[in-house]
């Protein structure tokens, strides 16, 4: 008989019960449940509902129910549609009627929200740990390579070099934001909604605050209604993570270009390559494509959610109990992902001597514009010069060391024999050296702030 069942002549069909049943699922939470009802026991006790001795009873039923799911002895009965239905029918079984007293006030619609809420605080705290594992190993590849130049690259075209660190911090920051939207997320997780009832609040004097307190919360929901069906921080949680997605395919993209031996800029760990069945000099980038292609699954996961959100009207609404598997995929999707990622730019090798070779002269074109900028030109005017130079390069098929002074001094006047000078990638990395530059020296700032951040940051 269902807990729902009184009003019922007749059984809910078995085909109803496999499309309403959210036990499969929803147990994923068991532990939230009990710690939500043995600390509800609690407060009907402080409210006078039950005796000390009745929640006391409760709570070490509950107790035992959690030690039987944790164990893998809970065997599932007949009629345990959810979590909350299991674990209550169960208490039951153990601690007899007075078990029937643990529901009163209270409706699944709190309950499971308060369940949910609890379980999406948790996910971001071990989420927040896994991207804080990647940063750390991003701020440790990159302090040995702050000197590394490297080409940069916009509209994937050659532009002007760089540190390979500025290159691998440009991630660390992308996780900052990403870290930073998580712990918006679990503030707004962190809001009690037991206490809400069905749709309408408690008529018993259950205090909100100090349950709020005892599980962990940081503020109590304001309005019953807006609490039972308010499913903003699942939302929250699951963009912030298809962003981290976002990110990381980003990433991978990066390593999936620069490990093609076209570029040859980093080789990826053996234990983190992949060979073909067929061609044996191959050696693939799989776990990169999975992640560009992982970010494709949390981008449906948020649009899914989104959707069933939209248009519900006022209190709770069984659409709602669509809610849970996207946030399970999501967080699962980037609990198996982020480890990885970890390893491989722990164990990255990259290869310095590819990264100067592959520097075309053409990345110097900025420095000579600034050249004539530092004799007095407009930047404009010294754009159109170096223009000018670039075109007579390509003609002669040469570089910008191979003209003379000659040639300079005929696209224009100020060009002196110390713009060869000028012609160096290091120095042309060493001149950014404002804030957020790619200078060795800014970067080596940059890193310590990312330390200081590091230290500072908490969910
Ligand atoms: N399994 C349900 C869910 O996940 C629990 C709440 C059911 N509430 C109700 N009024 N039927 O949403």
Request: with cysteine; proline share 4%.
């Amino acid at each position: 008989m269902a807990l729902w069942g009184g009003r019922f002549s007749q059984q809910p069909d078995d085909l109803l019960r496999k499309l309403n049943d959210s036990i499969g699922f929803d147990r994923r939470f068991y532990a939230e449940d009990i710690e939500g009802s043995i600390v509800y026991a609690g407060a009907l006790a402080r409210a006078g509902v039950l005796t000390p001795e009745e929640a006391q009873t409760i709570q070490a039923g509950l107790k035992q129910v959690r030690a039987e799911f944790e164990s893998g002895d809970f065997v599932l009965a007949e009629g345990d549609e959810d979590i909350h239905t299991a674990v209550e029918r169960r208490l039951t079984e153990i601690v007899g009627e007075v078990g029937g007293k643990l529901h009163t006030g209270r409706s699944r619609n709190d309950q499971v929200a308060t369940d949910f809420r609890l379980w999406v605080m948790r996910a971001i705290r071990y989420i927040d740990g896994l991207l804080a594992d990647m940063q750390t190993a991003l701020i440790a590849q990159s302090a040995e390579h702050t000197e590394t130049v490297m080409p940069g690259y916009t509209h994937l075209q050659p532009a002007q070099p760089i540190s390979t660190a500025h290159w691998l911090m440009s991630f660390f920051w992308m996780l900052t934001r990403d870290r930073q939207r998580l712990r918006d997320a679990y503030d707004r997780s962190a809001v009690l909604p037991l206490g809400s009832g069905a749709l309408a609040g408690s008529p018993f004097a259950v205090d909100r605050v100090w349950m709020a307190a005892e599980l962990g919360f940081r503020a109590i929901a304001e309005n019953s209604l807006d609490a039972v069906s308010d499913r903003d921080f699942v939302t929250d949680t699951l963009y912030a993570l298809t962003m981290t997605g976002v990110h990381l395919s980003r990433f991978a993209e990066d390593l999936i270009l620069y490990s093609n031996p076209a570029f040859g800029f980093v080789t990826l760990d053996d234990r983190y390559s992949t060979g073909s069945s067929l061609m044996p000099q191959k050696r693939n980038a799989d776990p990169m494509e999975l992640a560009r292609a992982k970010s494709g699954r949390l981008v449906g996961l948020l649009t899914g959610l989104l959707t069933t959100l939209k248009g519900l009207p006022s209190g709770y609404n069984k659409d709602l109990q669509e809610d849970k598997e996207p946030i399970f995929a999501g967080v699962d999707t980037l609990s198996d992902l982020l480890p990885v990622l970890t390893a491989i730019i722990s164990t990255l090798k990259l290869n310095p001597q590819r990264m100067r070779d592959s520097l075309g002269g053409e990345l110097l074109a900025t420095e000579l514009a600034d050249y004539l900028v530092d004799k007095g030109l407009p930047f404009r005017q010294a754009h159109h010069v170096i223009g000018g130079i670039v075109h007579l390069c390509a003609e002669r098929a040469c570089s910008f060391n191979d003209l003379s002074l000659q040639d300079y001094q005929a696209a224009h006047p100020s060009f002196g024999a110390d713009v060869f000078e000028w012609l160096d990638f290091d120095r042309a990395m060493g001149r950014r050296v404002a804030d957020g530059g790619t200078a060795p020296v800014a970067v080596r700032q940059q890193i310590d702030r990312a330390r200081a951040w590091m230290r500072d940051f908490s969910v």
